[in-house]
């Protein structure tokens, strides 16, 4: 599984949804504090501007820990 925070798109609308800046078509589970988005997802995402690749395991933990969720909880995270 890998693991990225990204930036939110979309206006909020039901037609256009806040999620992740992802391509279309990329599996993906996650948790939003409304300014980004912290995902776990099968796919090696490419490079984008706003998207990181939190590795190695301290920088998952410290990006839970910034968004008040369990580490271990987005361990159990499958797509």
């Known amino acids: 599984m890998q693991y990225y925070t990204l930036p939110l798109i979309g206006t909020g609308t039901e ?7 992802v391509p279309d078509g990329t599996s993906w589970v ?6 980004d988005c912290l995902i776990a997802t099968p796919t090696d995402l490419p490079i984008a501007p706003g998207r990181t690749k939190q590795l190695p395991e301290q920088d998952l933990e410290n990006a839970c820990n910034a968004r008040g969720i369990e580490y271990n909880d987005v361990l159990t995270w499958h797509v």
């Open 30 to 35: 996650g948790n939003t504090d409304g300014t």
């Open 15 to 21: 037609a256009d949804p806040y999620r992740p800046d």
